[in-house]
C-alpha cells in the first residue's frame, strides 16, 4: 500500500482476485478503505488519504469461503465479510468471472459472491459465465 501511496498518491485502483485470491482481493480493499489500527508504514510521511481509493473489484473463478460466517466464536466478525460490507457502503462494483465446467471450485461459489455484493450490499455486480470454461477463465 506505502508503494502504491508513492506511486500514484489517492489514485483509483481495481483490485483483481484469481480463485482463493477472489477473497484476498476484497480483504485488501477493505484494508486500503480503512486501514488496520496497528499499520505501521515505513514512513510516516505517508498517510491515509495519499493510499489509492478503490474503483472496483474483479475476482475470477472465486471461492465464496468467509462471506457467510458471522463471527470466528469471540465475537468477532469474519474479516473478508467486514471488507465486503465495508466496501458496499462505498458502493464498490464487482465483476466476476467464472467458467461453467469449472473442476476446481463450484461455479456457484461465484453466485454466492455476486449474490452477497449486489442483493446483501446493494451494489453494481457485472457477471461474466463463459460456457465449457474450466477454472483458468
Given at each position: 500500500m506505502e508503494?502504491?501511496?508513492r506511486?500514484?498518491?489517492?489514485?483509483?485502483?481495481?483490485?483483481?482476485?484469481?480463485?482463493?485470491?477472489?477473497?484476498?482481493?476484497?480483504?485488501?480493499?477493505g484494508r486500503i478503505?480503512?486501514?488496520?489500527?496497528?499499520m505501521?508504514?515505513?514512513?510516516?510521511?505517508?498517510?491515509?488519504?495519499?493510499?489509492?481509493?478503490?474503483a472496483g473489484v474483479i475476482v475470477?473463478?472465486?471461492?465464496?469461503?468467509?462471506?457467510l460466517k458471522i463471527g470466528n466464536g469471540r465475537g468477532r466478525m469474519n474479516s473478508v465479510?467486514?471488507?465486503?460490507?465495508?466496501?458496499?457502503a462505498c458502493a464498490t462494483p464487482l465483476v466476476c468471472v467464472v467458467g461453467t465446467a469449472d473442476t476446481c471450485i463450484n461455479p456457484n461459489?461465484?453466485?454466492?459472491v455476486a449474490d452477497w455484493w449486489g442483493k446483501k450490499l446493494g451494489c453494481n455486480v457485472t457477471?461474466?459465465?463463459?460456457?465449457g470454461d474450466d477454472h483458468g477463465v
Open positions: 508503494l502504491l501511496s506511486l500514484q498518491p489517492g489514485a483509483a485502483m481495481v483490485a483483481l482476485g484469481w480463485s482463493m485470491g477472489g477473497a484476498a482481493a476484497i480483504e485488501g480493499c478503505m480503512q486501514p488496520c489500527p496497528s505501521e508504514l515505513a514512513d510516516s510521511s505517508v498517510v491515509a488519504a495519499d493510499l489509492p481509493s478503490v475470477l473463478a472465486s471461492q465464496a469461503s468467509g462471506l465479510r467486514a471488507s465486503l460490507e465495508l466496501l458496499g461459489q461465484t453466485d454466492l457477471k461474466i459465465v463463459e460456457e
